[in-house]
């Protein structure tokens, strides 16, 4: 009985040479995409993007505020009351010193009939730059 090839020598003798695929860095917060609510993935190493820290939590904490909002019509009450709804969930990070956000920062705009997205623009402290979340 003859001993089966080494992968070296036999047909996959043409894989040796190539270079092992990058490893996907490991990072303390994943990115998530505001439309869809789910992780972001890198095409190259199917590892996690990354998102700072404060970045995510502005995200979900204003995610969750205009979802607790919806329903209903989009008049200038429910505009007003969904924007004092996202500034009153981004008072923790605000107090903890996380992020800075000015008074005319929360805006929500109207793309198309019947759709209501909230932007917010924050300056983020630990990184020193301003950053904004767009919501659908």
Same mark, same amino acid.
């Given at each position: 009985?003859?001993?089966?090839?080494?992968?070296?020598?036999?047909?996959?003798?043409?894989?040796?040479?190539?270079p092992?695929?990058?490893?996907?860095?490991?990072?303390?917060?994943? !990115? #998530? %995409?505001?439309?869809?609510?789910?992780? @972001? =993935?890198?095409?190259?190493?199917? &590892?996690?993007?990354?998102?700072?820290?404060?970045?995510?939590?502005?995200l979900?904490?204003?995610?969750?505020?205009?979802?607790?909002?919806?329903?209903?019509?989009?008049?200038?009450?429910?505009?007003?009351?969904?924007?004092?709804?996202?500034?009153?969930?981004?008072?923790?990070?605000?107090?903890?010193? !996380? #992020? %800075?956000?000015?008074?005319?920062?929360? @805006? =929500?705009?109207?793309?198309?009939? &019947?759709?209501?997205?909230?932007?917010?623009?924050?300056?983020?402290?630990?990184?020193?730059?301003?950053?904004?979340?767009?919501?659908?």
């Amino acid at each position: 009985m003859a001993a089966p090839p080494q992968y070296s020598a036999g047909p996959y003798s043409a894989f040796a040479s190539l270079p092992a695929p990058p490893r996907p860095v490991i990072h303390s917060s994943r !990115s #998530i %995409t505001a439309d869809t609510a789910e992780y @972001e =993935l890198d095409p190259v190493t199917g &590892g996690n993007l990354p998102m700072s820290s404060t970045a995510q939590r502005v995200l979900i904490v204003v995610t969750k505020a205009q979802h607790d909002q919806r329903g209903g019509f989009i008049t200038d009450p429910d505009r007003n009351k969904t924007r004092r709804a996202i500034r009153a969930a981004l008072e923790p990070l605000i107090k903890d010193g !996380s #992020i %800075t956000v000015r008074d005319d920062a929360v @805006e =929500l705009v109207n793309p198309s009939q &019947g759709v209501e997205q909230g932007v917010v623009n924050y300056k983020s402290i630990k990184q020193g730059i301003d950053q904004s979340v767009q919501l659908d």
